[in-house]
């Protein structure tokens, strides 16, 4: 028997290690951190009952098998002892206050109620305990935004009274953030706790992750991927943050340390990349060389403190201001150091290329219009431990502007506007100066227009299967010659959610979605969320992983590529071949409610945490989508609010990190976000689908909608307008119920025969998407060729076992017919019912019941799965929108007098009314 490849164990020891590394410690007044072996631990705040290991929506719906928070973590541990009067305090309060989920989708509150902490007791318990610990929590997520208000950003009067007196009383206090996105710091002043760190949400493991940073078993290496600025108000974009029609993009390239290092230093509390460590290191620059290619660094960096500890260098470029104007500090390389010990020293070589410092010319005031440029000045490189570092590596004179890539107009606004740009004052500084943004000098339909496809004569069914193509019996021409307009265009959509040809409770389901598409030899690709790890509604078990916030701030790229090798493990254990994450929206405000499933404010960052994501997974072949492509700022009217940017803000800051993913990683799904960009819907923009992504970056793989997006121009926007999804080269709607039945009402079919949208397009999506699946894992399976690892995958146990939160007795008697009282049934998020039907008669015995949703989101996903004895047997997923009743009919055979049902609700939102189980022979 060979090795287990799939081990859970494995795969939790690199999660608590990123958790681990991920930790930023802000602020650790006389080496209050590590704790001492004996101390006795006073731990204050709820989140010790409800760690936060992710936000909530689709990012979050992880199913995992267990949670370890931090109160149990410490628990474990013998080292420790956590004070019982205030557990005591703490557990029987909590029985009156259970965690309130709120009504469904989106609606989870962003905190939870605290206890209330008097002077007295905060001082009977620090009388009898060494220090306290202080958690607070906060959640947030898709289609809910973080709100500048107590509760969200700001901390509550509960909070602040638990600091006000645990600060009071105790000599050591240490503060832990379970949250998912930076908030408000200015309490940090007022209260002065000794120590203060971001421990984000970390998934399952999280709770581990911080024991080993209080205990010292690792030494905190994590350095914060944002800036923290004083006030919500100093963030350039708070200002448009969460327009209802439009989000304007007036900051420019000028967000987070971009804006702050420039033009405002002094409203920054902790700087981007700052973080503490129990040890201190020195930073040199060992040497400096400009090659024909970019510059090289050597880098040295020596231990110089007490115990062992890990380093991130981070090197930084001031380019000169030309005739562009720029941020006074890019980050242009990073690296850690191993664990070096005391003393040590570990030499890193950073490498920059020209590209990465050249500037995007929207406007030809240097000559080169619509190219990145590196313009005329001198460069100076900074090397140390933040953004503020000091030590010059070197500089580099550029004597002319040098055009370094001529590219064509793209995605440039149609709206005119004034946007930021840096006026130097006498003394060198930089004050806030505006200027008009180039707009758009042509449509992007007439340049879709004049790029169509050459159309592939259609010759019916020759027999090709898709086989064929990879065994070079036919070309993918010919194959896809046999392809019907019918076949056409069901295969541009995907099915889903919850699609009973998939992996059950995943996201959808694409490629071989109908019988012919099916018998033409091509697969039926499966894609699940999400960010935080497999999300599968059916209620099957998956690893929660530390959140995006959380990772970028490890900058330890090697450990994110070890950890998603396992999650690639893990997606083809599920028979799931692209994960839909990661996402890679930019922090451009900390009030975005998904922030905690991306990475960073810097698109290098963000661009080299995706990498490695994917790079982890391409191990096992199995992939991840970049998404949202792009900027998705916001989750305020997420499906209709347009961003309006300049070209440069768009192509140096959003478009960056998808850019180093596809050109990196070979990234090869990407998703289109919600919203309009200058003037056209992500998933109907051709110069963001077809033009930059395909024909300037190589990109090779499938372009997917979100769920139920729309598509067109921003003022006449329909999720039916799947013609101008198509022309713009995103080969995926998704999903539909059934793309044969065309049960979205899409209007291919009829902008066909009208012309609109032209065979040559969707033969080119169909391409797109039979190449795609050809490589994927699902392809070698159906064809059972080089498939050993589904194979040993398969043979593996899963090692779960079933829960259920409610039992419900069902007896079918003598009048063939019983009704469950549905008040009886659990509809909460994860509630398992499980109802015991018993009956007289063998025979077959029909389930009618009548469900809807009730959400406050029309994008609310809200799944249902019924299983009757183990096997999985029907998936419900509503939407917000389907408010109506429904029918459901099943029908179950009964022979040994009892069966169970199950039914697993992923999530709040539905109800259900006149269920009944009939006798029907
Ligand atoms: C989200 C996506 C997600 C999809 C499928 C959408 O609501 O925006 O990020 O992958 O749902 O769950």
Redesign the pocket.
């Known amino acids: 028997m060979s090795k287990k490849l799939f081990e859970t164990n494995k795969f939790a020891a690199v999660a608590r290690r990123a958790v681990a590394e991920g930790i930023v410690l802000l602020k650790n007044d006389n080496d209050v951190l590590p704790l001492k072996e004996g101390t006795n631990i006073a731990l204050f705040g709820r989140s010790q009952f409800n760690y936060y290991k992710s936000g909530t929506g689709?990012?979050g719906m992880v199913n995992t098998k267990y949670v370890i928070g931090v109160r149990e973590a410490l628990l474990k541990d013998e080292r420790f002892t956590v004070n019982e009067e205030l557990k005591k305090e703490y557990d029987e309060w909590i029985k009156d206050n259970p965690f309130d989920a709120g009504a469904g989708w989106a609606s989870e509150p962003w905190f939870q109620k605290e206890m209330p902490v008097s002077k007295e007791l905060a001082q009977r318990i620090a009388a009898v305990s060494d220090v306290a610990v202080i958690l607070i929590g906060r959640t947030a997520g898709?289609d809910q935004d973080n709100s500048n208000a107590k509760g969200s950003y700001l901390l509550t009067d509960e909070e602040e009274q638990i600091l006000t007196n645990v600060t009071a009383a105790f000599e050591k206090t240490v503060v832990l953030l379970n949250v998912g996105n930076t908030i408000d710091m200015k309490w940090v002043k007022k209260y002065n706790p000794s120590a203060v760190a971001y421990i984000w949400q970390g998934g399952q493991e999280g709770g581990l992750g911080v024991l080993d940073v209080i205990s010292g078993d690792v030494n905190p290496s994590g350095r914060l991927a944002d800036t923290i600025a004083e006030d919500i108000k100093d963030y350039p974009s708070t200002k448009n943050f969460a327009g209802k029609e439009f989000n304007i993009q007036q900051e420019d390239i000028y967000v987070g340390y971009r804006y702050f290092e420039t033009f405002a230093k002094d409203k920054v509390l902790y700087p981007f990349g700052y973080g503490l460590s129990y040890t201190s290191f020195d930073i040199e620059a060992d040497s400096f060389e400009k090659t024909d290619e970019g510059v090289i660094v050597k880098a040295v960096v020596t231990n110089t403190g007490k115990i062992k500890g890990q380093q991130v260098v981070q090197l930084y470029v001031s380019k000169p201001q030309g005739v562009l104007g720029n941020p006074s500090r890019e980050l242009v390389a990073f690296a850690k150091t191993k664990e070096l010990e005391k003393g040590e020293k570990e030499e890193i070589i950073l490498t920059v290329t020209d590209y990465q410092l050249s500037s995007y010319d929207d406007c030809g005031a240097t000559g080169y219009k619509n190219a990145y440029v590196m313009q005329k000045g001198t460069y100076t490189f900074y090397l140390g431990e933040n953004v503020r570092c000091k030590t010059v590596a070197g500089t580099i004179e550029n004597d002319e502007n040098k055009l370094i890539k001529q590219l064509t107009q793209c995605l440039a606004p149609i709206k005119e506007f004034e946007r930021l740009r840096p006026v130097q004052r006498q003394d060198g500084s930089f004050e806030e100066g505006f200027e008009s943004v180039p707009t758009a000098v042509s449509s992007q339909d007439e340049k879709r227009n004049s790029n169509i496809p050459e159309e592939i004569k259609q010759e019916g069914d020759k027999g090709y299967k898709l086989i064929d193509v990879l065994d070079n019996k036919c070309s993918m021409d010919e194959f896809i010659s046999q392809l019907s307009d019918e076949e056409l265009c069901c295969i541009v959509r995907g099915e889903g959610m919850s699609s009973p040809k998939v992996t059950p409770g995943c996201?959808g389901a694409f490629g071989g979605v109908t019988d012919s598409l099916l018998e033409k030899g091509i697969p039926i690709g499966c894609c699940s969320?999400?960010p935080s790890g497999i999300r599968m509604d059916s209620g099957k078990k998956a690893f929660a992983m530390p959140n995006g916030a959380c990772l970028a701030s490890a900058w330890n790229l090697e450990l994110t590529k070890e950890l998603y090798n396992w999650e690639g493990l893990e997606l083809r254990k599920n028979k799931i071949d692209v994960l839909?994450g990661p996402g890679m929206n930019l922090h451009r405000n900390p009030l975005n409610g998904r922030n905690f499933e991306y990475f960073s404010e810097d698109p290098y960052v963000t661009g080299k945490n995706a990498a490695a994501q994917l790079e982890g997974m391409h191990k096992y072949n199995v992939t991840g989508t970049i998404?949202?492509f792009a900027l998705n700022t916001q989750e305020t009217g997420r499906h209709t609010v347009e961003h309006i940017a300049s070209e440069r803000a768009i192509r140096e800051l959003y478009l960056k990190g998808f850019e180093i993913a596809v050109k990196e990683a070979g990234a090869h799904a990407v998703?289109t976000t919600y919203g309009p960009v200058n003037g056209y819907y992500s998933s109907s923009s051709y110069d963001l689908v077809t033009e930059i992504l395909r024909n300037e970056w190589g990109f090779k793989g499938v372009v997917m909608t979100?769920?139920w997006a729309k598509g067109g121009k921003t003022q006449s926007g329909d999720t039916k307008d799947m013609a101008s999804i198509v022309r713009a080269q995103n080969d995926l709607y998704m999903v539909a119920t059934s793309a044969i039945d065309n049960s979205n009402k899409d209007n291919l079919e009829e902008e066909l025969k009208k012309g609109n949208v032209k065979r040559a397009e969707l033969q080119r999506c169909a391409k797109n998407i039979c190449r795609f699946v050809m490589e994927k894992p699902v392809f070698n399976r159906y064809i059972e060729r080089d498939n050993e690892i589904d194979l040993q995958l398969a043979n593996e146990a899963d090692d779960e076992e079933l829960v259920f939160d409610n039992l419900i007795d069902c007896r079918v008697g003598n009048s063939g017919v019983a009704s469950i009282d549905s008040s009886e049934i659990k509809t909460g998020r994860n509630c398992s019912n499980l109802i015991s039907v018993s009956f007289i008669e063998r025979g077959n015995y029909k389930l009618n019941m009548k469900v809807r949703a009730n959400a406050s989101s029309k994008?609310a996903?809200i799944p249902l799965s019924i299983y009757k004895d183990k096997e999985l047997v029907k998936m419900i997923t509503l939407t917000g929108e389907d408010d109506k009743w429904q029918d459901i009919e099943l029908m179950f055979n009964g022979c040994f007098m009892t069966f169970f049902l199950n039914f697993y609700f992923a999530q709040d939102g539905m109800e259900i009314k006149d269920l009944t189980i009939r006798y029907c022979k």
């Open positions: 689709s990012g898709e996201g969320d999400g839909l998404k949202h998703m979100d769920w994008l996903q």
